[in-house]
Structures are given as C-alpha cells and as structure tokens.
C-alpha cells in the first residue's frame, strides 16, 4: 500500500516550452502533496505544499508564477513548469501525506521525475 | 533556514555494522526521519522517530537520538550490498508549508566486498 507514482519519469523540452508532471497516490488519499526538487548531488529542496482543493503554499525563494501546482483532486497534484529554461532541469519528486493515518507523519514518496530543458 | 547536516561518504565491509550520523539545528523538530534512495529511483522511508524517544529499533535498523546534542544516527547491522544506497537524515519542520521536510545531503553509503 502507500504507493505513489509520478508521469512522466522523464521528460526532454526545449527552452522556452511548458512542461506538466503528474502526481498521483494510487492506492490512498492523499490530501497533502509536496513537491521538491533535488540538483545532482545535492538534497531535496522543499518547493511547495499542495492541499487538495486550495492554492498551494511555495517556499521563499520559489517563483509561484513559473512553477504552477494544481491539487484538483485527492489522488492527483500537477506540476507545470512554465517558459523552461536549462537552469529548470533537475529531478522533480513528489511526495504525498495518508489522509487516513490521522496524526501520522508519514510521507511517500513517488519515484521522481527528471527534467532536462535543451 | 534549518540546517541537516551529513558526511557525504560512508565505506563498510559486507557483514560489518554501518553508522551513519547526522546533526540539526532546529530545536523544535518533533519527528526525524531516514530515507534511503537507490540510483535513479524515489525516497524510501526508512524509519523515523519521535523527538520524545531516544532509541528505536527495527530488525537490522536501530535508530538514536540525543535530542540534547541535536544528533541523530543510523545503525545498519550486518550490512549486505543491497544496502548500497544514499541515504537521508530529515526533519520535519514548521516552514511555509505544513509538514514539509528539511533534508540533508544524504550519505552515500558504498559497501566493500
């Protein structure tokens, strides 16, 4: 149980185009998404918190306008990537929050979604 | 911000114990967590435990906190190639977001036959 997945997995684009990348709990709700983002080498950075059916909330520093999360539902968070740029490319990995374990502070995460922006 | 901080590398020999330690500044933490993560695939969660604990232990995976000192470690006993992997130390955090997670660099944990 507890498994969630991320669409696509990989993904080229060029500059300048708008990507959107998929988050879905496929076999719980999840009323909590967080995205992160994760550079070579390097840790996850916690980009925002999607809460079914609300705005998300972004971390400072993380351009709301270009990084747009969309929570319509309570297996599905979307995020799109607005006018790429090669900076943009980097491991994208979603994570999401079990409605049922009330209390728990268990989070899942999905297998990641590589982006490179040509 | 908060801060996790890790060592980077961590090499053991197969069937030996492998320790690995991370450190944290937020005070205020309540729950810290290990993740593993293979090559080119997501965040496993590995363990986690209460700030109120000092010590959790699960089959080959003991976990101890000195809430005093702000460190944390993982202990992997009898460590086998599968558990080649990097690892996280995180942190939950009362940040933008709720529940989001502070994490550190990960110890890249190599195993040597």
């Known amino acids: 149980g507890a498994v969630v997945s991320q669409h696509p997995s990989w993904v080229i684009c060029k500059s300048g185009t708008s990507v959107k990348i998929e988050c879905r709990s496929l076999?719980?709700?999840?009323?909590?998404m967080f995205w992160y983002r994760q550079f070579p080498k390097q840790s996850l950075m916690l980009m925002a918190t999607?809460?079914?059916?609300?705005?998300?909330?972004?971390e400072q520093g993380v351009e709301k306008d270009k990084f747009l999360i969309n929570h319509a539902s309570l297996t599905l968070s979307t995020l799109t990537v607005t006018s790429a740029h090669p900076e943009d490319s980097s491991f994208y990995i979603c994570?999401?929050?079990?409605?049922?374990?009330?209390?728990?502070?268990?989070?899942?995460f999905g297998p990641g979604t590589r982006l490179t922006v040509t | 911000g908060e801060d996790v901080e890790q060592s980077l590398f961590l090499s053991v020999r197969e069937g030996d114990s492998s320790v690995i330690n991370c450190t944290y500044t937020?005070?205020?933490?309540?729950?810290l967590y290990w993740y593993k993560q293979e090559p080119g695939a997501g965040l496993q969660l590995l363990t986690y435990?209460?700030?109120?604990?000092d010590m959790k232990q699960d089959q080959r995976l003991t976990v101890l906190l000195n809430k005093k000192d702000k460190h944390l470690s993982l202990r992997i006993a009898d460590t086998q190639t599968g558990d080649s992997a990097i690892y996280f130390c995180?942190?939950?955090?009362?940040?933008?977001?709720?529940?989001?997670?502070?994490f550190g660099k990960g110890t890249h944990l190599i195993i040597q036959p």
């Open positions: 435990i209460f700030s109120n604990m």
């Open positions: 999607s809460n079914e059916g609300s705005k998300a909330t972004y």
């Open positions: 994570s999401a929050r079990d409605l049922r374990l009330a209390g728990a502070y268990e989070q899942y």
């Open positions: 937020d005070s205020s933490s309540t729950y």
């Open positions: 995180a942190e939950k955090y009362s940040g933008g977001g709720a529940d989001g997670l502070t």
């Open positions: 076999d719980f709700q999840a009323t909590t």
